[in-house]
């Protein structure tokens, strides 16, 4: 996996989680894996977020991990140096932009508008996150800019469920989809990982 247009077919689904008990990244990486989701992206909202992605790196290796959220240089460097295989922002600043691209990792960058976009075209981009998806016009949205803008493929996250997501995976020019109904607190919570799993078995059939 070199580019960021490798990470969208990699799994219908990618699972966005968020990890607030280090003990849980392995088995919840475990469970989306056993269920057949070959990729995770571990969001850096919480203080154990970082070592989350280590454990991962280290005690999961089969599925492709990585750091979403990332919202400055220092995440990205950090989210590196702790294992992470690609990176993902909700939004691009000059500067993240420049830090993403030092880490030599690849990388999803966000963007919810056609200027965005092809602003990150000019950079040489062309796999992107959408986001938020729902809020930001959803399927439709992406419908209409297929068009003029073919050479571009997106990874909508942001309010998209099980039920919605057919609508977004049956566009040429969406890759995947980032979920978090894959991983609820409620469940993490509750340590039912056969719960997760089968979760994941549900998304990767989705396609």
Not at 7 to 26: C, E, G, T
Not at 67 to 78: I, N, P, W, Y
Request: overall charge negative; proline content about 7%; hydrophobic content about 50%.
């Amino acid at each position: 996996m070199t580019t960021g247009t490798d990470l969208l077919a990699l799994s219908p689904v990618m699972p966005v989680v968020v990890i607030d008990d280090v003990d849980d990244a392995v088995p919840t990486a475990r469970a989306l894996h056993a269920g057949g989701i070959g990729v995770i992206e571990l969001t850096l909202r919480t203080p154990v977020a970082l070592a989350a992605i280590e454990r991962v790196a280290t005690e999961v290796p089969d599925i492709v991990v990585g750091a979403g959220t990332v919202t400055s240089s220092a995440q990205a460097r950090q989210a590196a140096e702790a294992g992470a295989k690609f990176l993902v922002t909700p939004g691009c600043t000059d500067a993240l932009l420049d830090a993403a691209f030092a880490t030599g990792l690849p990388f999803l960058p966000g963007s919810s508008t056609v200027s965005e976009a092809m602003r990150l075209a000019e950079r040489g981009l062309h796999a992107l996150k959408f986001f938020p998806a729902e809020a930001s016009g959803g399927a439709a949205f992406l419908k209409s800019i297929a068009g003029p803008l073919p050479q571009l493929r997106f990874c909508p996250t942001g309010g998209i469920t099980v039920s919605s997501a057919p609508s977004y995976l049956a566009l040429p020019n969406v890759g995947c989809i980032g979920g978090s109904w894959l991983t609820p607190a409620k469940l993490l919570a509750a340590k039912d990982f056969a719960a997760v799993e089968k979760l994941a078995a549900e998304a990767a059939a989705l396609r």
